[in-house]
């Protein structure tokens, strides 16, 4: 079952403002928000090349129709004008239309791309892509999946800049990506230039965002941009040595619940999505001397873990995100000398949560973290990617 589309045109036609443009992602948000409950098939993908839940096809398809019938007007660019008696009214500027207006501060998510836009520049800068989760924890929202209404307000403010100033600026939310694909998600389809981009296959899809991503990390006007938005820079303020005291371990160095935990790492690798069979080699000695605390070999794959258990700090912990940045390197130094194609993951598995005055950091670095989660009702441990 879905929901018909004379439900969304009532939703549209009674709930839309009047004589006001508005964008694509905005009346997503006024339909979800208005309906009184959604089908069971209303959030099947599309196909399985397309993820996009069907209820938002839907919509489109309910707007073409009040389109057809001289109700709504359309720009050609995702948005829509509802009561407007001339046609006219498509011709004013862009400035004009209350597109995701920066200035729309008592919607929600207009507050939170003005807080999202800063970072993305920041993983630009970086060079590294950031995982829809972990871009929504940064900023404080409970559900990643809200964050299309966020980018879409992002998206279209680069394209309104592009268009004034006319000046081509790269697409900055497709740096944002999923972590099953790590490709950008479905709604991304709406600002890239290739029409077809969900019915390619993955390794397509790839291709497509790797150039695009290319563009991103090579542009260097990410400030200019944010300032004409009226938007700044993160602020860095990286203290090196953050003021802990360094954990007390055992005469031998390593303290029993490191230990522990180092062991139980070793001896679950489904636990990082790798197969049962797997044997973790513990305290993993690489050419330089430095030693990992665990490593797993998967065929032409490397992955070590770095561990810090529940009694390491935040300056522990803070050690641990720069420590597997050094494994990395020393890794694939270690299987180009064994005339190997480079390829690792470096992980670092805390047996707590990740502190929030180092999320930014690890979200810099690129670091894979994995969380502990006590399920005390089942008695058992369990361990949640944080990226």
């Known amino acids: 079952m879905i929901t018909n589309q004379e439900t969304f045109r009532d939703i549209i036609l009674e709930k839309l403002p009047k004589n006001s443009w508005i964008n694509l992602l905005e009346i997503y948000q006024i339909v979800e928000s208005n309906i009184d409950h959604f089908e069971s098939g209303d959030f099947d993908p599309l196909a399985d090349y397309n993820q996009q839940e069907r209820w938002k096809r839907n919509v489109r398809n309910a707007l073409q129709t009040l389109k057809a019938k001289d109700k709504i007007q359309w720009d050609g660019n995702a948005n829509y004008l509802l009561g407007a008696n001339s046609i006219r009214a498509i011709k004013k500027s862009t400035s004009e239309k209350s597109k995701t207006d920066l200035s729309n501060d008592d919607k929600l998510y207009v507050q939170r791309a003005k807080l999202a836009f800063p970072i993305l520049v920041r993983q630009a800068r970086a060079e590294k892509p950031i995982f829809y989760s972990d ?50 998600g479905s709604g991304v389809e709406e600002f890239i230039e290739y029409s077809d981009f969900q019915s390619l296959n993955k390794s397509q899809k790839r291709k497509v965002v790797d150039k695009i991503l290319t563009d991103i990390y090579l542009y260097k006007d990410w400030y200019w941009v944010l300032s004409e938005l009226n938007l700044k820079p993160l602020e860095t303020d990286f203290d090196q040595k953050l003021k802990e005291p360094r954990p007390r371990y055992g005469k031998g160095g390593e303290s029993e619940q490191h230990k522990d935990f180092k062991n139980f790492i070793a001896g679950n690798p489904e636990l990082f999505g790798l197969s049962t069979k797997l044997n973790g080699v513990t305290e993993y000695e690489l050419p330089s001397m430095d030693l990992i605390d665990v490593v797993f070999k998967n065929k032409d794959e490397i992955i070590g873990i770095e561990v810090k258990s529940f009694i390491s700090n935040s300056a ?66 369990m361990y949640i990617k944080h990226s």
């Not at 929202?141 to 403010?157: D, E």
């Not at 000046?167 to 990506?177: E, G, R």
């Not at 494994?327 to 670092?348: G, H």
């Open 135 to 184: 871009l929504a924890r940064e900023i404080g929202m409970p559900n990643a999946r809200n964050l299309n209404y966020v980018l879409g307000a992002i998206g279209n403010w680069i394209k309104d800049l592009a268009k004034k100033t006319d000046k081509k600026i790269p697409l900055i939310n497709f740096i944002v990506i999923n972590k099953s694909e790590e490709i950008p």
């Open 316 to 381: 522990d912990i803070q050690r641990g995100l720069f420590q597997c940045v050094k494994y990395k390197a020393l890794l694939e130094a270690e299987q180009i000398v064994n005339d190997l194609i480079p390829n690792s993951r470096v992980i670092l598995a805390l047996e707590t949560k990740l502190p929030d005055n180092l999320i930014a950091i690890k979200n810099q670095l690129g670091i894979e973290v994995y969380e502990h989660n006590a399920n005390k009702k089942r008695g058992t441990t």
